[in-house]
């Protein structure tokens, strides 16, 4: 077979409900109308702040990673830093911040690899992942109350096999895996055709 | 500075209470505490079931992607099939079960890529990421009520260009991409090693 059905309809957003908030999201019931149906239908969403996640890549092509306890999961979970974008950030500024903040990195260059969406189905927000380069351990460590960190660098392609064997599962840290690859194999190519660092 | 502070530790995990029900999700809000404190501390967790997301690959070498409306995010959005897994299911008889529902299309293997969690911090839940080899559009469309899809196909490299040109922007549908890089990597191996397929 090879039906082709016609195209997806956009939904029109109406009103919203607030059904539950709490310090980091609130959840909201949401009225959409199909322009093809009589009543409109009521879908819940999430809504958080955005978020930003950082690829910290230090002068030895390590990646900063931090393992902590998350309350989700109700277990460990190594990760790169991360955190939640403030009124008035920018995903470089806040990546920048939560870099420091976590770890006590300090990088000399900070860019955009790309933004996703955590949860296009039900969650509203985004997640910004950040490139900072050159990071070296040079600020003091500067944690919210509940944070407890581990820090450590790995080599940046013993990272891919972290995530690859199943040791890294964060979403959103394994995207800016994904983002980081093509970056990645131009600095490769770069430091070839450079000679060693 | 070369600080390393004294390791992250275990919360543990006390009481729960329901904060809302939704059809898809459920959030409560969860005791934990900390070892060296006196007081525990409650955290706001998303509770779904576990979710699936299909890399399904053609005998062409395509895969197979739905662009459809997503009510969290208010717009469209270009995906590979995905579902929840319903009581009793597998995260294979959930990926073949989606893939045909959704797309038409039906394979003749499926092997899990990973698994990973959308939200550690905040979310309970895992998302199971399944790779279905030679998949033929041979069955007919099945969708819930709410369903429309765009159905199409691509190469596996444009898929991968379309990630890191930020038009593909779902969490779990870049974490599928991330987990099949090594696979994809072997198959086209394999592919020059025994000449054209």
Chains 1, 2 share one sequence.
């Not at 230090?58 to 989700?72: I, M, S, W």
């Not at 109700?74 to 939560?98: K, W």
């Not at 380069?133 to 820090?151: M, Q, S, V, Y």
Request: charged letters at 20%; one cysteine or more; glycine letters at 6%.
């Amino acid at each position: 077979m090879a039906e082709q059905p016609p195209p997806p309809k956009r939904w029109k957003k109406l009103g919203a409900r607030l059904v539950a908030h709490t310090r980091i999201f609130d959840v909201l019931s949401v009225d959409f109308h199909h322009p093809a149906r009589t009543q409109p239908q009521d879908f819940f969403v999430i809504q958080p702040p955005d978020w930003v996640n950082v690829v910290a890549l230090t002068p030895e092509r390590h990646l900063v990673l931090v393992r902590q306890f998350r309350y989700g999961i109700d277990d460990f979970s190594v990760e790169i830093p991360g955190g939640v974008m403030e009124p008035g950030e920018d995903p470089i500024a806040t990546a920048v911040r939560e870099l420091r903040e976590e770890t006590g990195y300090v990088g000399t260059s900070a860019r955009l690899l790309g933004s996703v969406h955590p949860n296009p189905a039900i969650q509203t927000n985004r997640c910004h992942l950040v490139l900072v380069e050159n990071a070296r351990p040079e600020a003091g460590l500067d944690w919210d109350p509940d944070e407890e960190f581990e820090i450590m660098t790995r080599p940046v392609d013993e990272v891919y096999q972290l995530a690859y064997a199943g040791s890294i599962t964060h979403a959103m840290v394994l995207d800016a895996l994904l983002l980081f690859t093509p970056v990645w194999a131009k600095l490769q190519a770069n430091s070839r055709a450079n000679g060693p660092v």
